[in-house]
């Protein structure tokens, strides 16, 4: 019976044949026997060592054996007096051995010595020793490399991407042996990781790159990613310099520097097995397979070294670290760089909690990356409480679908059958639920999620079904619940009959559909900006799996993106989750909505602030709804927020009041403050401090007004709880009425405040004229609090109350409008006018006098002049600046042809003109 030594020796001698060493016994020695010559015993100054490697001829390193069992921590150093203890006449690359491997068989563990601070790290099996020649020959090794990293060029990046950049190459210089990076979805992880491959690739000398996506259809959506990216500085794009492989085979390009694969593919090839093409065409974050049984190990595969691979990046890495897949992120002998949205515990337990980078969702939210969203929960007696398929009573037949086959046959229930709302689209199907719900999405989806739009343009939804079949039934009650025809609604699965990436395609980009019914397919990684409704048709156990499929609606999207697929929608703000199935009442510790008190006003929100609320849900909340309305602004409001703010805008005054709320951000301000080791009342003091100090813009009741008045000029309450009946149809006078009221105290109130109205009001007044920037705050103050007044109302109210005196409508955007406003409510015209008209006929009696006064003006002057009253009806004023950027005057010459046609008289013209038409 052999010893365990022996067993040992054994396992290390088939191991060392696998990776193609030729084994020796000191007796056959010959250093060229191959590339690589392992002698057994070898004697050295210092003893015999189990193993003597020679590589191409010169000893490069050794193997320490012990037995199976032996905890392989302290050995290192036992080798240490082998590594230089080479007799004098030996052949080798350097004074000191450089690899020093100790083994059980079982367990191996490599160092290497040329690396700036040798470490030993466990390894599946040993290197070929082509591999350790190649590494011979560079200059320096990888890790020496990646402690040498070039400066980032940061053009194109955002914040957070350069963030997980730096983080992670810090990381890999300190040979962590795994990282983890955290961005929300939205936040363009594939882009930095397009980044930073090329940096490994390009700078750190990285032979071959792994990138595991979970699905296939994202392997084809990354390989796009890497084709587009074009590497800052360079003129190539990313595939023009180097070979991208998206393995569709068994085999590995030798060339490629990229490789994308699912870890399906990937597991079958270390085995050696076929893989069905449909194995990688869904994704396993539910349905792991080590769930049905100790999961088969994998064994050394010469065809695929441990070292093929110098990183792994695995995208959406939840899944790939449990049982089975764990195995092959562990077979290479590759630091791991994992990438997610939604870091579970597990999986910072797996990365050794070595988070080089975290961008939330939240963040995201708060910077404008994705938006926010809000749930809306659908219940039904059917989906609450199951129901009973009765049995007998009236003798009809009961219809049983074949799953695999769809195949409909009709059977007699011997007893009543009894199901729960799990049985739901398992064991049972039950139309008339899934009718109800679609119906009461149709029925609501504009009076009460976007009571906004038009009707028109059903927003582009998305719906998520237990399986295919489910998804088959939900496609087809769509189509005949909104009335439309088969392009309005599409299965998009795996089992589909049309081509799926077609169907994506169309979904993100056209019209039609403006339905897609999926399992899992664009469950996860898949960007459709444009969605705006995600209906849960059914439950999901997995935490990350759940916040992978809510990230299909987070995308922020330009609004000329959403506009052309939904031409009735005007800015992505949220998204809505529709809950059917209570997926979103089970527990999970991820991501929450940022408003988490939405039952609250705006107003009383952030009066409760001011007033010194402080818990983490309202400072949260008022972020999430910060976020969202600096979406909704105007540049100019955006600008009046930043000035009455002191130079804040409403993004960093969101994120100033996360930071307060975020753990990360108060240990660091803790530590500035008290260094690591704080008392309770110091760590207690600082983030008080912290919160006290993201508050601190509300105290003041000119900036919360300003944030109220501008989000109540974008929000309409809707009262859905007053029934109505017909009693009489005609215009409501009385609220005409109150609208003019409103706007003469308006100007009473303010005639000695606001410039236009002093001027106005007072024709002598200091001689002043009207400018574009008094007219234009004007404007500003009346549509504010508490008045919330614009021209068309006022003017519409005017019309309502005396429609003889009024003649025309004010020209939409134009500010000058106001101007005939105020001179007809305070009785200097007994007609209300546009603004254009009285200027126009201003004009003509300025002809006439300029005639009078013997002035004549040829064909082309006077189309000048004409031009110049235009533009001073829209804009009460003109400069000569004006002639050089209004189309209508530059395009004729600007001032050049101005001065050349009137001369030294064009500044006196214009000072007379302007205060005839505006006067």
């Keep these: 019976m052999q010893t365990p030594e022996q067993n040992a020796r054994e396992t290390i001698d088939l191991l060392l044949s696998a990776a193609g060493w030729v084994l020796q016994d000191p007796a056959d020695f010959n250093r060229r026997a191959g590339t690589g010559v392992a002698v057994r015993e070898f004697q050295l100054t210092s003893g015999p060592c189990d193993y003597l490697l020679f590589v191409e001829g010169k000893a490069a390193g050794i193997i320490e054996a012990k037995k199976s069992g032996v905890t392989l921590g302290g050995v290192a150093e036992q080798s240490d007096r082998y590594m230089g203890g080479l007799p004098e006449p030996v052949a080798r690359w350097d004074d000191l051995l450089i690899y020093d491997y100790e083994s059980t068989g079982d367990e191996t563990f490599f160092r290497n010595l040329q690396d700036p601070k040798p470490r030993s790290r466990k390894v599946f099996a ?21 402690a040498d990293m070039p400066a980032l060029i940061e053009t194109g990046l955002r914040d957070c991407q350069i963030e997980a950049i730096h983080g992670l190459e810090t990381s890999l210089s300190e040979d962590r042996p795994r990282s983890l990076i955290q ?38 959506q990354t390989l796009k990613e890497f084709q587009n990216f074009q590497p800052p500085g360079t003129a190539n794009r990313f595939t023009d310099t180097y070979i991208v492989q998206h393995l569709h085979s068994k085999w590995i390009d030798p060339d490629a520097k990229v490789v994308i694969t699912t870890i399906q593919r990937l597991y079958a090839m270390l085995r050696g097995d076929e893989l069905d093409e449909e194995a990688e065409e869904s994704s396993a974050f539910e349905a792991w397979p080590g769930d049905e049984g100790e999961a088969s190990p994998i064994e050394y595969n010469p065809n695929i070294p441990i070292e093929m691979f110098d990183f792994i990046v695995t995208d959406e890495c939840h899944r790939s670290i449990y049982g089975l897949w764990r195995q092959v992120l562990e077979y290479f002998d590759a630091s791991i760089i994992g990438l997610t949205a939604t870091p579970s515990k597990h999986t910072l337990g797996f990365f050794n909690q070595n988070l080089v980078a975290e961008y939330p969702y939240e963040r995201s939210v708060a910077d404008g990356v994705n938006v926010g969203y809000e749930v809306y ?10 129901g009973t398929v009765e049995a007998g009573d009236a003798g009809f037949q009961v219809p049983v679908r074949d799953k695999r086959t ?10 009543d059958l009894d199901y729960t709302k799990k049985d739901l689209d398992r064991s049972v199907v039950a139309p008339n639920q899934i009718r109800t719900v679609l119906e009461t999405y149709k029925n609501r989806v504009f009076t009460e999620l976007f009571p906004d739009r038009t009707g028109k343009w059903l927003p582009k939804t998305l719906i998520f079904a237990k399986d295919d079949n489910q998804a088959e039934e939900i496609v087809h009650a769509v189509r005949e619940i909104f009335s439309e025809g088969n392009d309005f609604a599409k299965k998009i699965t795996y089992q589909t009959s049309e081509d799926p990436k077609s169907l994506i395609n169309a979904f993100r980009i056209d019209a039609l559909p403006r339905i897609a019914v999926t399992v899992d397919m664009i469950a996860t990684g898949t960007d459709i900006k444009p969605v705006e409704v995600l209906i849960f048709m059914r439950d999901v156990k997995s935490e990350g799996y759940y916040e992978q499929m809510k990230g299909r609606g987070v995308r922020s999207v330009p609004d000329s993106d959403l506009q052309a697929v939904t031409p009735d929608a005007q800015t992505k703000t949220r998204f809505i989750l529709i809950d059917a199935v209570g997926v979103s009442e089970t527990k999970k510790n991820a991501s929450q909505p940022l408003e988490r008190k939405k039952s609250m006003s ?28 600096d979406r909704r602004l105007s540049d100019e409001d955006r600008q009046r927020i930043v000035e009455a703010t002191g130079g804040k805008s409403l993004r960093v005054l969101a994120n100033k009041l996360l930071d307060a709320i975020d753990p990360d951000k108060q240990q660091a301000v803790i530590e500035d403050a008290h260094g690591p080791a704080p008392t309770r009342e ?47 149809a005609d215009f409501d006078m009385k609220h005409a009425e109150e609208r003019v009221t409103l706007f003469k105290t308006f100007i009473e109130e303010n005639k000695d405040e606001l410039t236009a109205l002093q001027i106005i009001y007072n024709q002598s007044y200091a001689r002043q004229r009207l400018t574009y920037a008094a007219i234009k705050e004007l404007a500003q103050r009346l549509s504010d609090h508490p008045h919330y007044l614009t021209t068309a109302d006022v003017w519409q109210a005017y019309k309502r109350l005396d429609a003889a005196k009024v003649k025309g409508a004010p020209m939409d955007q134009q500010l000058t409008e106001i101007v005939s406003l105020v001179r007809y409510a305070l009785g200097q015209d007994t007609v209300l006018e546009p603004f254009g008209a009285r200027v126009e006929q201003r004009f003509n009696l300025w002809l006439g006098r300029e005639k009078n006064a013997g002035r004549d003006y040829s064909a082309e002057q006077l189309t000048w002049l004409r031009l110049i009253a235009k533009f001073i009806a829209a804009n009460a004023e003109i400069g000569p600046r004006d002639f050089m950027e209004v189309p209508s005057l530059a395009d004729k010459g600007g001032i050049l042809k101005a001065r050349e046609l009137f001369g030294t008289d064009l500044d006196g013209v214009l000072d007379d003109l302007q205060g005839a038409l505006v006067a």
Aim: contains cysteine.
């Design 183 to 220: 961005l929300a979805t939205g936040a363009g992880k594939t882009f930095t990781a397009c980044t930073f491959s090329y940096r490994l690739i390009k700078h750190a000398g990285a032979r071959r790159i792994l990138f595991l996506v979970d699905r296939n259809n994202l392997g084809d």
């Design 126 to 146: 040993f290197h070929r020793p082509e591999t350790l020649l190649a590494w011979l020959k560079r200059p320096k090794t990888l890790r020496a490399a990646l």
């Design 406 to 415: 769809r195949a409909v046959r009709y059977l007699d229930l011997d007893a």
């Design 602 to 629: 705006f107003d009383t929100l952030i009066d409760q602030i001011a007033q010194g609320r402080r818990d983490e849900d309202a400072l949260s909340s008022l972020a999430g709804r910060l976020a969202a309305l």
């Design 377 to 386: 929960r659908i219940k039904t007696r059917v989906s609450e409480d199951g």
């Design 682 to 728: 110091q760590e207690g003091a600082a983030i008080e401090g912290l919160v006290e100090q993201a508050c601190a813009p509300f105290e003041a009741a000119p900036v919360r007004n300003l944030l109220k008045d501008i989000k109540q000029k974008t929000d309409i309450v809707i009262d859905e709880f007053t029934t109505d009946e017909l009693i009489s």
